[in-house]
T-cell receptor
């Protein structure tokens, strides 16, 4: 039972444009949602999070939107930079237990 | 501030053998979680340790076991290795057992032949 799902395995965008990564979930008990970035041969790096009681959280170029009625969240990166190229994982928590999606490979082309 | 470290980096074992993976948590963190990441998948929660006690477990069989030491470092032990155990094993530490913000190590790549 896949409680957190990222339907796009890959996304390619031009440098300077917006990247939008999407994530859907099924469990209404999740209390926080997080995005992690992962480079090859490294562990996932925490990027940004949002509480289930909020609908938007912004940190520099990164903004996460949460639509609880649709059980959907998205990560916006603007402007995208080549260094943003990585695998992005959406994760949801109940307490400190994280459930991850399958990941989306983002490629930002110069 | 020292980040999360894991050893070894890579490991090759034969089916049926046993393996021990090690993790040192980030300075000031008392909670360690272990995840298995199969190829092309997201990390899956194995279990969490808080103050040397198991504090939650995912859908993994008992042959996956762990320990946490007084300095909050941790071990993951897997007995009777199966081919499907081949994966990247990630350790993550956090400042408490209720904290959702977890900081990951680089992982141990286990190959079972």
């Amino acid at each position: 039972d896949q409680q957190v799902k990222q339907n796009s395995p890959s996304l390619s965008v031009q440098e300077g444009r917006i990247s939008i990564l999407n994530c859907d979930y099924t469990n209404s008990m999740f209390d926080y949602f997080l995005w992690y970035k992962k480079y090859p041969a490294e562990g996932p790096t925490f990027l940004i999070s949002i509480s289930s009681i909020k609908d938007k959280n912004e940190d520099g170029r990164f903004t996460v939107f949460l639509n609880k009625s649709a059980k959907h969240l998205s990560l916006h990166i603007v402007p995208s930079q080549p260094g943003d190229s990585a695998v992005y994982f959406c994760a949801a928590s109940v307490g400190s237990r994280l459930t991850f999606g399958e990941g989306t490979q983002l490629t930002v082309n110069p | 501030e020292t980040g999360v470290t894991q050893s070894p980096t890579h490991l090759i074992k034969t089916r049926g053998q046993q393996v021990t993976l090690r993790c040192s948590s980030q300075s000031g963190h008392n909670t360690v979680s272990w995840y298995q990441q199969a190829l092309g998948q997201g990390p899956q929660f194995i279990f969490q340790y808080y103050r040397e006690e198991e504090n939650g477990r995912g859908n993994f069989p008992p042959r996956f076991s762990g320990l946490q030491f007084p300095n909050y470092s941790s071990e993951l032990n897997v007995n009777a290795l199966e081919l499907d155990d081949s994966a990247l094993y990630l350790c993550a530490s956090s400042s408490s057992q209720i904290s959702y913000e977890q900081y990951f190590g680089p992982g141990t790549r286990l190959t079972v032949t």
